[in-house]
């Protein structure tokens, strides 16, 4: 008999794409699935970038250069200059998706056996990639009753030990829409700068922060240049999930080396990709401020039904599109499977990603779901509709 590797065994399950069988198998049945699991949006691209599309007459597709097309870096470079931050060229590799970044980032700054802080709940693929590199996550819980604020800076210097090599976080968080404040980014920079930490900041939802609220670079942090490692994508900016193209960012001249070893390795990203999304980042202003409005209204609409809903609770995300929501039942990956095999209200179901999933820490989760409000606003109230239903039959109803 074939065996699969021991390292495969270790890997995590993907607590927003585990249940798409069932969901598959739900409409199969005929029942309409409401999709809040994944971070798809369904606003349309830049028209600059579906132009680009429609009219490129290029009679080969080559390789490119491993570090992307010279004039997609000097896309990022502008585009970064708009949001005040200066950085070359050749602090900029493309990636595929904002994943390889992350992956790059991981594998340049902790050896097997070192760890990574990371405040928790996280983006769940953060614990696929350190089981790949047998790296070790230290977790820094926060909690739905706080927003899901930073935990204090000593929780994280109480966690830093020898083998301590970065602090990873998501600004604005996926999954919890957390937006960093300016003082926030400020302490995690200077408790990197102290303890001789890379500060690796996943920012692919920078575009959608509220309210008022602005997003803080860590890019922007003063005194940690060498410290700070960026993961960006194209993938939510403008809604080109499926293009699989991202960046990495650092000034760090050796983190730079490393990633370049590792993306001639894979030879090149796709060159389609660069050239759509080269003109994507020709979109005016207002493309931006559209999607931000649309965002905004969609959060306010489901936090707010959600929060009608007896017994469930969600704090108001301030970036992302995302948010994490308690619910009175016994165990939330129980009731999102019970959700697609065994209930519909009105011919239609609602698919979560259990929280679970995105922490590190046992027991954490257990009673959360993340959503996505990545809907229009009467299939938000729909599936609130069918949430508020199913709660009412729910056997593991607490």
Not at 11 to 24: E, G, H
Not at 161 to 182: D, F, H, Q, S
Not at 225 to 243: A, L, P, Q, T, Y
Not at 375 to 386: D, S
Request: charged content about 25%; overall charge negative.
């Amino acid at each position: 008999m074939l065996n699969i590797s021991d390292k495969l065994h270790k890997l995590p399950v993907s607590p927003t794409r585990q249940l798409v069988p069932l969901a598959d198998a739900a409409i199969a049945r005929g029942t309409k699935v409401y999709k809040l699991n994944i971070g798809q949006p369904d606003i349309d691209s830049p028209e600059e970038a579906l132009n680009a599309l429609r009219t490129i007459e290029d009679k080969l597709f080559p390789y490119t250069n491993s570090a992307g097309l010279m004039e997609f870096r000097k896309k990022l470079v502008e585009y970064y200059k708009k949001h005040d931050i200066e950085v070359g060229v050749e602090s900029v590799i493309a990636t595929l998706g904002g994943t390889e970044a992350v992956q790059m980032a991981m594998l340049i700054c902790a050896n097997q056996g070192d760890e990574i802080l990371i405040p928790e709940p996280f983006y769940a693929n953060y614990a696929t990639f350190a089981a790949n590199y047998d790296q070790v996550i230290v977790p820094v819980p926060s909690d739905i009753e706080h927003n899901f604020g930073l935990p204090p800076i000593e929780e994280f210097v109480r966690r830093i030990t020898p083998r301590t090599k970065a602090i990873l976080i998501c600004n604005p968080n996926n999954p919890t829409g957390y937006l960093y404040t300016e003082e926030e980014m400020q302490r995690l920079g200077e408790l990197a700068k102290q303890y001789n930490l890379y500060l690796i900041s996943d920012e692919v939802y920078r575009e959608f922060c509220y309210d008022g609220r602005k997003h803080i670079s860590a890019l922007s942090l003063k005194g940690v240049e060498e410290n700070v490692i960026v993961v960006d994508s194209v993938s939510k900016r403008f809604s080109m999930c499926g293009v699989r193209l991202g960046n990495i960012v650092s000034r760090n001249k050796e983190v730079m080396k490393g990633a370049m070893k590792i993306a001639q390795s894979r030879l090149s990203v796709p060159y389609l990709a660069q050239r759509v999304a080269i003109a994507a980042f020709d979109a005016p202003q207002e493309y931006y401020d559209n999607v931000v409005a649309e965002y905004t209204s969609r959060r306010n609409c489901l936090v707010g039904e959600l929060n009608k809903i007896e017994g469930v609770y969600s704090p108001m995300p301030q970036g992302a599109f995302y948010t994490v929501a308690r619910f009175p039942v016994d165990d939330c990956h129980k009731f999102a499977c019970w959700l697609l095999e065994e209930f519909s209200y009105k011919g239609a179901t609602v698919q979560l990603a259990p929280a679970r999933g995105f922490y590190a820490t046992d027991g954490m989760g257990a009673q959360e779901a993340r959503l996505a409000y990545v809907v229009g606003e009467e299939e938000l109230k729909a599936a609130c509709e069918i949430l508020r239903e199913a709660l009412k039959v729910y056997p593991g109803r607490l």
